[in-house]
């Protein structure tokens, strides 16, 4: 009697430990504010651009009201701290660095712009992934010079353990958004139009 009592006590326990793993958090999450990197601030520096203004960021027109308010993580909800809007975050992270680069310019007549077309993140034991989307556009004294669309994309290390793996895929799928924008100023078509080549 006393063994299986102990026995019954062990699964328990151990089945407690398990949903604890499988279930942390079950919270709303929002990410950290933009924070411009070394890189990018580099690309933008060598990029041609003479200064530029930034204007709207929305979701593409057909997609899914969900795909730019909130990502499920696990039990987690992800949020953008900028009115929940990924568009807007990534507005926000294209500012941060050109502001820190020197060229961020208000009176800019070089205007980019963007469109959400894509944001996903999974946080399977197997292996972590995701992927972020916008088609950008520039203008110059309101003529199109660019419109194309950019992909960021990266897979990183998970785990069956809740507390590892959530926040791997949160701090991972931030990073996307400056790995988009500095795939922008990296790109040939981009930098041929905003040095007006």
């Known amino acids: 009697m006393y063994q299986t009592k102990l026995i019954l006590a062990r699964i328990s326990a151990f089945a407690c430990v398990l ?15 933009p924070v411009a990197s070394a890189d990018n601030i580099q690309k933008a520096k060598t990029s041609g651009l ?35 809007s990924f568009a807007a975050y990534l507005k926000e992270t294209l500012i941060t660095e050109l502001k820190a680069a020197g060229l961020l310019n208000p009176d800019s007549q070089i205007v980019i712009s963007g469109q959400l077309t894509d944001s996903q993140v999974d946080s399977a034991m197997a ?56 795939n922008l100023l990296d790109d040939t078509d981009f930098r041929r139009a905003v040095a007006g080549k």
Do not use: H
């Open 50 to 84: 003479p200064g530029a203004n930034v204007g709207n960021f929305v979701l593409a027109a057909g997609k899914d009201a969900k795909l730019d308010k909130s990502l499920d993580i696990r039990s987690n909800t992800v949020t953008a701290p900028t009115g929940s």
């Open 19 to 33: 949903c604890s793993m499988l279930l942390v958090g079950c919270a709303q999450i929002q990410l950290g504010a």
């Open 127 to 182: 292996g972590g992934s995701g992927r972020l989307a916008a088609r950008f556009s520039v203008t110059n004294a309101g003529r199109v010079v660019f419109d194309k669309e950019l992909v960021a994309t990266d897979k990183w290390e998970s785990s069956f353990v809740g507390a590892v793996a959530i926040p791997a895929a949160i701090n991972n799928y931030s990073a996307l958004y400056r790995k988009l924008v500095g």
